[in-house]
């Protein structure tokens, strides 16, 4: 059974460009959740998606959207790139109905802004 | 504001020897409280966590974690570290009734174990 697979895993891109940056939940999973993690800092929650709605958005301007399609997977879209927008980008999925509170993440995609 | 705080960057033990890495929280409530552990290119993976009942949690690997409620802590405790165990770890919380998804992690404190 795969866990959360993201793609790509790095990449390169120049400041004013767009990324788009993929993620497939866990099986079994709803909701899909993405995160920022800065070199040598803890990852910031971004936003969470669930039945194809955006339900909670972190301390992000409105460059940073995203998408979650019918089969639970999702995007996350940068527009108008930074360089303090280099970054590893995590993805994690969980059961919405489960409880369980456990957050499982994927090995993330890592964003270079030159 | 809420915070977590993961005062020691790095932690170096022996292997063998009993390790703690520690965790403070700021957060109003009774939050959720994790453990996560990140190896080199490589996602979280869950540890353990807090929700209620016994302030002792045991998760993977051998690791437990003490809930604190008057301190505000949940420091992450081995008896006995092995080399395998070095690895970046973040504390994480979780307000009560927030969204599922929404972590607040510390920055992470990298444990080293030396042979």
């Known amino acids: 059974d795969a866990g959360v697979t993201q793609s790509p895993t790095h990449l390169i891109k120049t400041r004013g460009q767009q990324v788009t940056l993929r993620c497939s939940p866990k099986s079994g999973h709803d909701t899909v959740s993405w995160y920022q993690q800065a070199l040598g800092q803890g990852p910031q929650f971004i936003f969470q998606y669930y039945e194809e709605e955006e339900r909670q958005r972190g301390n992000f301007p409105d460059r940073f959207s995203g998408h979650q399609f019918p089969n639970y997977s999702s995007e996350l879209n940068v527009n108008a790139l930074l360089l303090g927008d280099s970054a590893l980008y995590l993805c994690?999925?969980?059961?919405?109905?489960?409880?369980?509170?456990?957050?499982?993440f994927g090995a993330g995609s890592r964003l270079t802004v030159l | 504001a809420q915070s977590v705080a993961q005062p020691e960057d790095q932690v170096n033990v022996a292997e063998g020897n009993p390790l703690t890495v520690k965790c403070t929280y700021s957060v109003s409530g009774n939050p959720y409280l994790f453990w996560y552990v990140q190896y080199p290119n490589r996602g979280l993976q869950f540890l353990l966590k807090?929700?209620?009942?016994?302030?002792l949690v045991k998760g993977s690997y051998g690791f437990e974690a003490e809930f604190n409620k008057s301190q505000t802590s949940f420091h992450l405790k081995k008896p006995s570290a092995l080399v395998s165990d070095s690895a970046l770890y973040f504390c994480?919380?979780?307000?009560?009734?927030?969204?599922?998804?929404?972590?607040?992690f510390g920055k992470g404190t990298k444990l080293s174990v030396k042979p």
């Open positions: 807090y929700i209620t009942g016994d302030n």
């Open positions: 994690a999925s969980s059961l919405l109905s489960s409880g369980a509170n456990v957050l499982t």
């Open positions: 994480a919380v979780r307000k009560r009734g927030g969204s599922q998804g929404n972590l607040i």
